[in-house]
């Protein structure tokens, strides 16, 4: 297949470990990955916000940078996020269709059916579930909201953990508790965050894991900082980042920067 990268603005500009690894999974599972160029925000932090008209020529741009897709250029857009995947997925046709731009819905929605969080591309689409990766720590997973509740991936990246040789998947309780982050919630409403993110921190130690997984890096980033900073050694990393891994070539638990990127780079039409 030919998957265009939908990276994400946050992975961009702070985790780009993310995309990369995604980019030598597939390509090692046999695929090619192009990146369209003109792609930046995908306008969920607009929406989410309340927003709408200023995510309007935010989300025209998603839809146009991606709209080969629809046109058969590419098979599939696979993004490695829950949540920005849950915006293009439910928020961006509706975001134009509100605006009275009704084609450029239309056209949302088709490149929408064609958008796929990371672990819905590889099971549902792909058709696999053991992509040969190799990862001897103990793992937890926290499956994001989003990705739980909007797009329903269920036990789909849990099914791939399990298929990676080495892992230990160590059961997390209260898994489909929020973390506390939420985007603006967390500034907006710090108190209540941080007490959800101790909830969270708490049972993660309780694991006894190294390694905190997630499929969104937003997540990780917020449990990862109350990690680091109750000193508790557990490392967070992106589902796409431990499946990356292989014996050939390992990534190594709090060393970023692992994982080639042959990604061709692409100006949409």
Not at 60 to 67: E, G, K, L, P, S
Not at 233 to 249: D, F, Q
Request: aromatic share 4%; charged share 20%; hydrophobic share 40%.
């Amino acid at each position: 297949m030919r998957i265009a990268l939908a990276a994400t603005c946050i992975a961009d500009a702070m985790f780009p470990q993310a995309p990369r690894a995604v980019v030598t999974l597939l390509e090692r599972l046999g695929h090619e990955v192009v990146f369209p160029a003109g792609q930046a925000c995908c306008g969920q932090m607009h929406v989410n916000t309340g927003y709408l008209a200023d995510a309007v020529p935010v989300v025209q741009n998603h839809v146009r940078t991606f709209a080969p897709v629809t046109d058969g250029e590419w098979d599939a857009v696979v993004v490695p996020s829950g949540s920005c995947t849950g915006s293009i997925r439910h928020q961006q046709s509706m975001v134009l269709e509100r605006a009275g731009l009704h084609s450029e819905a239309r056209a949302a929605a088709a490149v929408a059916e064609l958008t796929y969080e990371l672990s819905e591309l590889l099971v549902d689409v792909l058709g696999v579930t053991d992509v040969g990766a190799w990862f001897p720590h103990r793992v937890t997973y926290h499956p994001t909201c989003h990705s739980l509740r909007m797009l329903g991936v269920g036990d789909k990246p849990e099914r791939l953990l399990r298929a990676v040789e080495g892992l230990e998947l160590a059961p997390l309780a209260e898994a489909e508790g929020c973390c506390g982050f939420g985007g603006t919630f967390s500034l907006k409403n710090a108190e209540t965050s941080a007490a959800m993110l101790d909830d969270k921190v708490a049972t993660v130690v309780d694991t006894g894991a190294e390694v905190l997984t997630a499929g969104d890096w937003s997540c990780l980033m917020h449990i990862g900082g109350g990690l680091s900073r109750g000193g508790t050694g557990v490392r967070p990393m992106h589902l796409a980042e431990i499946l990356a891994s292989t014996r050939e070539s390992p990534v190594v638990p709090g060393r970023h920067g692992s994982g080639r990127s042959g990604a061709t780079t692409e100006v949409a039409r």
